[in-house]
T-cell receptor
Framework: GAVVSQHPSWVICKSGTSVKIECRSL??????MFWYRQFPKQSLMLMATSNEGSKATYEQGVEKDKFLINHASLTLSTLTVTSAHPEDSSFYIC??????????????FGSGTRLTVV | GENVEQHPSTLSVQEGDSAVIKCTYSDSASNYFPWYKQELGKRPQLIIDIRSNVGEKKDQRIAVTLNKTAKHFSLHITETQPEDSAVYFCAASIYDYKLSFGAGTTVTVRA
């Protein structure tokens, strides 16, 4: 089946630094990638939607200058958390939308990145 | 946007009993309703899904029902086992685009 590889699986960074998270679709072309954030014991909250070759669309309340998303190719999307602060510590997970069996869309999730800002 | 509500937030069942989780959605244009199981620190795993042109779907011990008129859908797990213990999320999408998730249900199966 479809696989989305997400790296790193965990990262610890100092406050004020930037962190890049990558998601690659390994055996399909992901024209659309969704980025979620999940705080402990909470649901997945959509941060932004990226379409290959165009600017990402951010959900209300998400700072686009802080969470930079690049989707330059059909197999790679990146999320950069700029000037990270302890409140940005969370589980970040991507999800690629793919056309399954030429009829309907399915969603494949990356394995997630645990970000801890100290 | 789409708003998905999920109940209960926690559910404890005796092994072998059934578990039912219910979700409601707000946008009648929603057409895809997946259910995910998530273990701590892991990615959500799709366990079953249903589209708006179907009222019920079953896969072994797991079934999902959809009532479009009432805008609610439910997950049914029969003959629960300890390995069914996890957090379950319902979700809905409009025109197969972005997913909106429910708040989650922590299921504990008591041996």
């Amino acid at each position: 089946g479809a696989v989305v590889s997400q790296h790193p699986s965990w990262v610890i960074c100092k406050s004020g630094t930037s962190v890049k998270i990558e998601c690659r679709s390994l055996d399909f072309q992901a024209t659309t990638m969704f980025w979620y954030r999940q705080f402990p014991k909470q649901s997945l909250m959509l941060m932004a939607t990226s379409n290959e070759g165009s600017k990402a669309t951010y959900e209300q309340g998400v700072e686009k200058d802080k969470f930079l998303i690049n989707h330059a190719s059909l197999t790679l999307s990146t999320l950069t958390v700029t000037s990270a602060h302890p409140e940005d510590s969370s589980f970040y997970i991507c999800s690629a939308r793919e056309l399954t069996m030429g009829e309907a869309y399915g969603y494949t999730f990356g394995s997630g990145t645990r970000l801890t800002v100290v | 946007g789409e708003n998905v509500e999920q109940h209960p937030s926690t559910l404890s069942v005796q092994e072998g009993d059934s578990a039912v989780i219910k979700c409601t959605y707000s946008d009648s244009a929603s057409n895809y309703f997946p259910w995910y199981k998530q273990e701590l620190g892991k990615r959500p795993q799709l366990i079953i899904d249903i589209r708006s042109n179907v009222g019920e779907k079953k896969d072994q011990r797991i079934a999902v029902t959809l009532n479009k008129t009432a805008k609610h859908f439910s997950l049914h797990i029969t003959e629960t086992q300890p390995e069914d213990s996890a957090v379950y999320f319902c979700a809905a999408s409009i025109y197969d685009y972005k997913l909106s998730f429910g708040a989650g249900t922590t299921v504990t199966v008591r041996a």
